[in-house]
């Protein structure tokens, strides 16, 4: 689908926002590799200007946005590192919309991960519990992600996560023989490979990624604070985290440092993530192709080696 006009922009903002919003620009933006992303300018006679960010994309499209709506504000009510506030989702001019508070970024100061590895810490603590899954199936990226409950985190695992994966890899034809004999494995030792881990589980993000976090310019933070968009959240096990973070988050050593000095992962859970980096390696498996296997036939003989 071609990006939004700026007729279109206004004709959706008056329906989704006001009847009397008025725009003044409009600017495509990186961050849009799934849906068209812009940086549109608002203009009050009143209020003066003010800037949003929106993506849009094909109508059908409209239960990602909501997904990723719900997600944004369950994360922001943890008040734990800042978010990008939700203004509206919908669908208008013959698209779905999601639009947000505009981010305005700089340059990582030198504590920026210190800052980041003790507020994600702070996010899992203060909503720690017993909840596994999440109200509906959601999305990770654009693809399904399963969120029934089960009774148990390597249940949850190993039915919802891997195993869907797994399935679905099967009958994309994806998976050869040997990812389908050392993933049934895994999935069958789900138990064992995450015994260890602490019994709580918390509010996830999901899909955290170096894409994912931002370093906001604010006014009360000279140097800038950790911003986290983009969410796939549910509630899991918080080592689940940092799956995707070890694939492609390219956190240094004192993010990891703060993390654990403000609540400490139980031992071993530097081997019991690469369950996590498993699914994620599936998913992209499963979505751009098999640039993918060689990554997962080897994260899947290491898991098991580790049994």
């Given at each position: 689908?071609?990006?939004?006009?700026?007729?279109?922009?206004?004709?959706?903002?008056?329906?989704?926002?006001?009847?009397?919003?008025?725009?003044s620009e409009v600017r495509s933006v990186g961050?849009?590799?799934?849906?068209?992303?812009?940086?549109?300018?608002?203009?009050?006679?009143?209020?003066?200007?003010?800037?949003?960010?929106?993506?849009?994309?094909?109508?059908?499209?409209?239960?990602?946005?909501?997904?990723?709506?719900?997600g944004l504000t369950a994360l922001a009510e943890?008040?734990?590192?800042?978010?990008?506030?939700?203004?509206?989702?919908?669908?208008?001019?013959?698209?779905?919309?999601?639009?947000?508070?505009?981010?305005?970024?700089?340059?990582?100061?030198?504590?920026?991960?210190?800052?980041?590895?003790?507020?994600?810490?702070?996010?899992h603590q203060v909503t720690a519990g017993s909840?596994?899954?999440?109200?509906?199936?959601?999305?990770?990226?654009?693809?399904?992600?399963?969120?029934?409950?089960?009774?148990?985190?390597?249940?949850?695992?190993?039915?919802?996560?891997?195993?869907?994966?797994?399935?679905?890899?099967?009958?994309?034809?994806?998976?050869?023989?040997?990812?389908?004999?050392?993933?049934?494995?895994?999935?069958?030792?789900?138990?064992?490979?995450?015994?260890?881990?602490?019994?709580?589980?918390?509010?996830?993000?999901?899909?955290?990624?170096?894409?994912?976090?931002?370093?906001?310019?604010?006014?009360?933070?000279?140097?800038?604070?950790?911003?986290?968009?983009?969410?796939?959240?549910?509630?899991?096990?918080?080592?689940?985290?940092?799956?995707?973070?070890?694939?492609?988050?390219?956190?240094?050593?004192?993010?990891?440092?703060?993390?654990?000095?403000?609540?400490?992962?139980?031992?071993?859970?530097?081997?019991?993530?690469?369950?996590?980096?498993?699914?994620?390696?599936?998913?992209?498996?499963?979505?751009?192709?098999?640039?993918?296997?060689?990554?997962?036939?080897?994260?899947?003989?290491?898991?098991?080696?580790?049994?």
């Amino acid at each position: 689908m071609k990006p939004p006009s700026d007729s279109d922009v206004s004709a959706a903002f008056c329906q989704l926002i006001d009847p009397s919003t008025k725009i003044s620009e409009v600017r495509s933006v990186g961050g849009g590799c799934i849906s068209s992303a812009m940086q549109i300018t608002l203009h009050d006679d009143r209020l003066g200007n003010r800037t949003v960010f929106a993506k849009a994309n094909e109508p059908g499209f409209i239960d990602n946005f909501q997904s990723e709506c719900d997600g944004l504000t369950a994360l922001a009510e943890a008040e734990s590192i800042l978010i990008p506030k939700p203004l509206a989702v919908g669908t208008a001019a013959e698209r779905a919309w999601l639009v947000t508070e505009w981010v305005e970024t700089r340059p990582q100061a030198k504590n920026f991960f210190t800052d980041f590895g003790r507020q994600l810490a702070k996010l899992h603590q203060v909503t720690a519990g017993s909840q596994i899954g999440w109200s509906s199936d959601n999305f990770l990226g654009s693809a399904i992600q399963p969120n029934t409950a089960t009774a148990g985190w390597a249940e949850f695992v190993a039915e919802n996560r891997i195993g869907f994966q797994l399935r679905w890899a099967l009958d994309q034809h994806r998976a050869d023989a040997k990812l389908r004999r050392d993933g049934e494995a895994i999935v069958a030792a789900m138990p064992e490979l995450l015994s260890g881990r602490a019994a709580e589980t918390s509010l996830l993000h999901g899909d955290l990624w170096s894409g994912n976090y931002l370093c906001g310019a604010t006014d009360a933070a000279a140097g800038g604070v950790p911003v986290i968009i983009d969410p796939a959240v549910y509630y899991g096990c918080r080592e689940a985290e940092f799956g995707m973070l070890k694939l492609f988050g390219s956190c240094p050593p004192e993010f990891y440092d703060a993390y654990q000095a403000t609540w400490p992962l139980p031992d071993g859970w530097q081997h019991r993530i690469n369950v996590y980096v498993l699914y994620h390696l599936l998913n992209h498996l499963n979505l751009f192709g098999s640039g993918y296997l060689g990554q997962c036939h080897q994260v899947a003989s290491e898991i098991l080696r580790s049994k």
